[in-house]
């Protein structure tokens, strides 16, 4: 079995020193006070079911660039640590606050995605080891009967009809208390299940066809300032800042000059914040639809021109995402590079971190061998490297120093659950 101190481990590509290092060592020395800190934040805001944070780690910075109210990739997750997630699931189902035996899982409608089954596979079989029945309810209107679709893993994900019965779905004759979403709604709330007698969540007003990427970072602005005062440092160090666009239209060029105005002003912002921190990088922005996942439509800008010139293939991809939803609106947020690699050929990388309820129960890298440390690294071609976060995320040794591997982690775990924090402000706004 592997442990958190012999699990491979990123190599960083810079010197870990000033403001990072200030930053870490901060929250190192800050450790009792932080999680003190976090407590008294989930009494007041609970924490959504699970979420999954992907982080960029410049050198100079430490931030969430996203945050997945609907995480995928429970398969990327080291097995050895399993217990974490399955006693983060006992938990997570007490807080729902009411009896809970049976669960249905609501899929995303993919049968031919692997990775996506492997994930099903993965957190149906957490679910059960935590002491619950769990079926695999599908959406699809195609799946008539169960099917049993093998995994290369061994493992095989059985995929059944979800069916509606008054004010409840079921699965056949299974009759869930508790119906957990893995999809994110990016085309809406399916009838079948709107206004179920059954516990949702995460609610379906946070789907991807209702929550905007930039009003979770308005919400995630407000955390890190407030934790920024508890440590006493710039919010920046953590806090990409961001502005936002409405209605704009890629292929029409409507809305242009509403991009083009946003993207010059972030790079004055950042090129102003380089200056004062003396960081030696060019800044940059990522311009991505304000709603969406898997990696769509987003691209990086250094420059104003490079919006202004979008070639007809470029403003194709950035007009529609998943199932071919229109990108109407979008967030401009300010770049911040990965500066860890892995591998002998150092593959640029970037750490997820992975929590159930407040608990960060595993993480992974997302590895590319075909992206710089500006672009967008989810996308065709990215694998992923597990790591064991157990006690690098949990019990950090400052003894160790801020560059520390298990120290490193326990700064990313706390950054992910500032994002988490956000996320739970959101979801009280939506409630």
């Keep these: 079995m592997s442990t958190s101190t012999d699990s491979p481990v990123p190599h960083f590509t810079t010197a870990l020193t000033g403001p990072l290092l200030l930053l870490e060592r901060q929250i190192l020395d800050r450790q009792s006070a932080i999680e003190s800190w976090f407590r008294s934040q989930w009494r007041r805001s609970p924490a959504p ?8 780690n410049s050198g100079y910075k430490v931030a969430p ?6 995480p995928a990739g429970f398969n990327n997750l080291n097995p050895a ?3 974490l997630s399955i006693q983060a699931l006992q938990q997570a189902v007490e807080h729902l606050g009411a009896p809970v035996d049976r669960i249905v899982i609501v899929p995303e409608s993919h049968t031919r995605n692997l990775f996506y089954l492997e994930n099903l596979a993965v957190l149906q079989r957490l679910l059960e080891r935590a002491g619950f029945a769990v079926r695999l309810g599908s959406l699809l209107p195609e ?6 679709i093998p995994l290369p893993s061994g493992a095989s994900a059985r995929l059944a009809p979800l069916v509606r019965n008054g004010r409840r779905v079921m699965v056949g004759d299974f009759d869930p208390d508790f119906v957990l979403l893995n999809n994110d709604l990016s085309s809406g709330t399916p009838a079948l299940i709107e206004d179920i007698e059954q516990m949702l969540r995460p609610a379906p007003k946070l789907g991807w066809a209702n929550r905007l990427k930039s009003v979770h970072f308005s919400f995630y602005q407000g955390v890190a300032r407030e934790f920024a005062a508890l440590l ?18 890629f292929m029409k060029r409507e809305g242009q000059s509403c991009l083009e105005r946003n993207v010059e002003e972030l790079l004055e912002a950042i090129t102003h914040k380089y200056a004062e921190y003396s960081v030696q990088c060019r ?7 304000d709603a969406g996942t898997y990696g769509m439509g987003v691209m990086s800008a250094h420059s104003v021109a490079e919006v202004v010139e979008l070639n007809r293939k470029q403003r194709t991809k950035m007009s529609t995402t998943k199932e071919g939803q229109k990108v109407s609106k979008v967030i401009i947020q300010e770049g911040v590079y990965t500066h860890e690699t892995w591998g002998e050929g150092n593959a640029v990388a970037e750490p997820v971190v992975y929590m159930i309820d407040h608990n960060v129960v595993g993480g992974f890298y997302r590895v590319h061998t075909e992206r710089s440390s500006s672009e967008n690294l989810n996308a065709p071609g990215m694998r992923f490297e597990p790591l064991a976060f157990e006690e690098c995320c949990i019990t950090p040794d400052p003894a160790q120093g801020p560059d520390a591997h298990l120290n490193r982690f326990y700064t990313y775990g706390v950054i992910g659950r500032l994002a988490l924090l956000a996320a739970a402000r959101e979801s009280q706004s939506v409630a």
């Design 49 to 56: 079911f699970y979420a999954s944070v992907d982080l960029r």
């Design 65 to 70: 660039v996203d945050t997945n109210l609907f």
């Design 81 to 83: 640590f399993d217990a």
């Design 143 to 148: 799946l008539k009967e169960e099917t049993v």
């Design 232 to 249: 006493g440092i710039d919010p920046w160090f953590i806090d990409p800042m961001f502005r936002n666009c409405g209605a704009i239209d």
């Design 283 to 289: 800044p940059f922005v990522m311009v991505k639809a």
